[in-house]
C-alpha cells in the first residue's frame, strides 16, 4: 500500500504564493517520478508540473516561470512553490506518483485526495 497525503492549499489572493507539499508513504522500494495536476470543476485533471528522480523537472506552459517543482527522492516528498497567482490558477490540486513497491512486479501509479487552491480578491 502507498498512500499520497497533500498539503499547503488555501485561499490567496492574486498576486500571492502558496507552496504545496505532498508525502508518500508506505511499502515503497523506488520512485520514478512525482507530480502535481490539478483539475477544474467538471474536468480531467491536467499535469502542470513533475519532478523525475533523475532530477529533471516538467511545467505547463501555463505555469513556467511561477511555478517550481522540487522532490526529495529520499523523503518521498514532492513541493510546489506557486507565485503569482492568478483567479485561473483556483482549481483541486492532486498529487501523482508513479512508484516501485517493495516487493512489487511493476510500477504503480498512485494519486493523492487533492488539495484545494482558490485564488481571490
Known amino acids: 500500500q502507498v498512500q499520497l497525503v497533500e498539503s499547503g492549499g488555501g485561499l490567496v489572493q492574486p498576486g500571492g504564493s502558496l507552496r504545496l507539499s505532498c508525502a508518500a508513504s508506505?511499502?515503497?522500494?523506488?520512485?520514478?517520478?512525482m507530480g502535481w495536476y490539478r483539475q477544474y470543476p467538471g474536468k480531467g485533471r491536467d499535469l502542470i508540473a513533475r519532478a523525475a528522480s533523475d532530477g529533471s523537472t516538467h511545467y505547463a506552459d501555463s505555469v513556467k516561470g511561477r511555478f517550481t517543482v522540487s522532490m526529495d527522492n529520499a523523503k518521498s516528498t514532492l513541493n510546489l512553490q506557486m507565485n503569482s497567482l492568478r483567479p485561473e490558477d483556483t482549481a483541486l490540486y492532486h498529487c501523482?506518483?508513479?512508484?516501485?513497491?517493495?516487493?512489487?512486479?511493476?510500477?504503480?501509479?498512485?494519486w493523492g485526495h487533492g488539495t484545494q487552491v482558490t485564488v481571490s480578491s
Open positions: 501523482n506518483a508513479v512508484v516501485w513497491p517493495t516487493r512489487g512486479t511493476r510500477w504503480f501509479d498512485t
Open positions: 508506505g511499502n515503497i522500494a523506488h520512485i520514478n517520478t
